[in-house]
Each structure stands twice: as structure tokens, then as C-alpha cells.
């Protein structure tokens, strides 16, 4: 097996590799990318089992064959090579059926590099994606949903039908859902006119923020559902990942139909706030305030024994006085995704769900249950 590459386009492509792999151990199939030279095209595999990511890259090929390498190892040869044309050529041992060497050098340097390789017999098996039932959606939109969902997700492994994205057609409508049970966040977009139904899925949040990473800013990607597995396809990159199994939870129950009392704020004026009174928050608590009069905004971090912050910011609100305690993660985490130069605030009671959205609003929203005082 012989070919070369042109180092820059490779490191772009082993890069997304090295997100999909999660085993660092040396001696594991699953830390190694499955390599195919064939009819003067690369094609690059790797996975964690649960997500799978192939690409194909243009190469010169020699002699055609199939391997696996240590993905960490080949890319820290690549990134210490020069840029331009790199040569790879596979060598079998004559006494060593099982050993076989790699050798990686410049085409016109006199640097080496040899390493071992792994049998492709022991690589796992691709569900194959070739034949399902695509449908085209706007990259952008797919992006901009994925950004304002996939953080809520909860980490609670005991629950693990919540350690997802929710996905379901409504209508013309892709809704996703993350909650974590004490936080939600939705967003819907009418992209699906014309798209067949498919079965609501539950998106584990990596493939999701590789996609959030990779896919172009402009343009369409593909997208299918079926048989408990999830596919993108854009570029020359295909990506499949396993669904997560078990109920979501009825989210459209902890949506407020209606709330009394609504506050905005600049998000300019919310974000600094937040970063002052931040650095005296309780990290495992998380606990602030907002205490809400008349045109006035006070967010105070929760006394703790290393001392409090406050800060007051102007605010649209006339009404009666509240206090509410909020996690300062559930505000700062969404915030970074809304755009809008105003942010709203909705609630009823004090220990009742908070609504934070753009002002106007717009196609997501984030629901936030209280904490309590103490």
C-alpha cells in the first residue's frame, strides 16, 4: 500500500477524526482510523461505536491497500512535517505476519517516520448510509437550532433519555427539545415542507456540536432518521450515530401558557453584570438573584464565606417587587446563544418557571425553574 497526500488537506480531516475517537489507549482498534487507498481516492474512517465519521480525500495511489493507524500518533507526525506533498507506504514484515510497518516521510525530505499498524479485520463495521431516506435542510438553520438546545442537556446518566436532543416533525415544523429537568430549551423552525415524517429521535449532544462545528455556514446538509440511528451528509464528510433509547420527557407540559408579569434588559448590560457578580458566585451552588423593581435590576451573587457581589442594571418593569433565585449557569449558558440586543424575562411567582427569550421574540425560548432562597 502506497500513496501520497498533501499534508494540510489531511490534518483538516484527521482532525474530526480525533473528536469521534474516545479511547486514548494505544492498543484499542477504536483509537485507530481505518485507512482505504482505492481508485486515487482516500477514504478515512473512525469511531467511538456510538458515533461513526467517513471522508474521503484525493490522493496519488500507487499500490492500493486498506489499514488502520493510531490516530493521535499520525497526527502528531503530520503536524511536525513541513507543508506540502508526504508520502505513506505500508511494509510487511517477511517473519512477522502480524507486524507491519508504516513509513511516513516528505516527498522531498530527508525525514522519516516509522510506526506500527493495526489489521482492519477487528475495525467495526459501518451501519451503512448509502440507501436511507435523506431529506435537505438548510445548513444555517440546522446550526442555529443546534446551538440553542444541545448545552441543556442533562449529564445524569441515570437518565438517560434526557442526555439528549430531542427531534420531531410537527407539521412543517423540526422541533428540539434539551432538558435537564430543571431547565428547558426549544427552538422550531418551518424547514420541512414537503419532507416525509420520520420518527422522533433523542440526539446524543456529540454528534450534534460536531455538526454545530463542521457543517458550512451556507448552503444545505442532509439529514435522515431511521432504524435507532441518525445521519448527516454534507461536503465530502459523512457522519451516523447511534439514537439514544427510552421516553422524553412531555416537554410541551412545562411550557407556561401564560405569565403575568414580563422585564427586559440589554443583553450588553445582562452579560457584564453577570461576569462582575459572577466571580463571587458559589461554584457548586451556582446560586443569584434577581431582584426586580421599578426600572431597576439587581443581580446579587448568594452570601457565601468569601463575600457576595451586586450590581443594578436598568430595566423595562413597573409593577410589584420580586426576588428570584437562578442558577447563574442556567442564564449565562443560553445567553451566549441569543443574538438580540434586548433579552425578556416572563414569570408568575417566584418559585414558578422563569420564560428567557430575545426581545422580539423569536423562533426558541428558555425555560428556568427557580432555586430555592436558602
Not at 503536524?79 to 512477522?96: A, D, M, V
Not at 439529514?223 to 450515530?241: P, T
Not at 439587581?298 to 468569601?306: E, G, L, P, R
Amino acid at each position: 500500500m502506497r500513496f501520497t497526500f498533501d499534508k494540510d488537506t489531511m490534518i483538516k480531516e484527521i482532525s474530526i477524526a480525533q473528536e469521534i475517537i474516545s479511547t486514548k489507549n494505544m492498543g484499542s482498534i477504536l483509537s485507530n482510523i481505518l485507512i482505504i487507498a482505492q481508485e486515487n481516492k482516500l477514504t478515512i474512517k473512525a469511531t467511538d461505536i456510538k458515533v461513526n465519521f467517513e471522508t474521503q480525500v484525493p490522493v496519488q495511489i500507487t499500490e492500493e491497500g486498506t489499514t488502520t493507524v493510531y490516530c493521535d500518533k499520525f497526527m502528531g507526525i503530520l503536524n511536525s512535517l513541513p507543508s506540502g506533498e508526504i508520502e505513506f507506504n505500508q511494509e510487511k514484515k517477511e517473519n512477522e505476519e502480524q507486524s507491519i510497518n508504516v513509513i511516513i516521510k516528505p516527498v522531498d525530505k530527508k525525514i522519516k517516520f516509522q510506526m506500527k499498524s493495526m489489521s482492519q479485520e477487528k475495525f467495526p463495521e459501518f451501519y451503512s448510509a448509502e440507501n436511507v431516506p435523506y431529506f435537505e435542510v438548510s445548513s444555517k438553520d440546522i446550526k442555529e437550532m443546534i446551538a440553542q438546545t444541545s448545552f441543556a442537556v442533562s449529564e445524569d446518566e441515570t437518565r438517560y433519555f434526557m442526555n439528549g436532543v430531542f427531534f420531531e416533525k410537527k407539521g412543517d415544523n423540526l422541533n428540539m427539545v434539551a432538558t435537564d429537568g430543571r431547565r428547558l430549551s426549544f427552538v422550531s423552525k418551518s424547514i420541512l415542507a414537503g419532507i416525509s415524517e420520520f420518527p422522533s429521535a433523542i440526539v446524543h449532544p456529540k454528534i450534534l456540536n460536531i455538526i454545530l462545528k463542521h457543517a458550512p455556514e451556507e448552503g444545505n446538509i442532509f439529514v435522515a432518521v431511521v432504524d435507532k440511528m441518525i445521519f448527516f451528509k454534507f461536503g465530502n464528510y459523512k457522519f451516523g450515530a447511534a439514537l439514544l433509547e427510552g421516553q422524553f420527557p412531555n416537554y410541551e407540559r412545562v411550557i407556561p401558557e401564560h405569565q403575568a408579569f414580563n422585564f427586559q434588559v440589554y443583553k450588553a448590560d445582562l452579560v457584564d453584570a453577570l461576569k462582575r457578580v459572577a466571580l463571587m458566585v458559589d461554584k457548586k451552588a451556582g446560586r443569584i438573584f434577581f431582584n426586580i423593581s421599578d426600572g431597576v435590576l439587581k443581580i446579587t451573587s448568594s452570601q457565601s464565606d468569601m463575600g457576595s457581589a451586586d450590581e443594578e442594571i436598568p430595566c423595562q418593569y413597573q409593577g410589584d417587587s420580586y426576588a428570584i433565585a437562578l442558577n447563574f449557569r442556567y442564564i449565562e449558558e443560553p445567553l451566549r446563544g441569543i443574538n438580540s440586543e434586548k433579552i425578556a424575562f416572563e414569570f408568575t411567582e417566584e418559585m414558578k418557571a422563569v420564560t428567557m427569550r430575545p426581545e422580539p421574540a423569536e423562533d426558541y425560548f428558555h425555560i428556568i425553574m427557580p432555586m430555592q432562597k436558602e
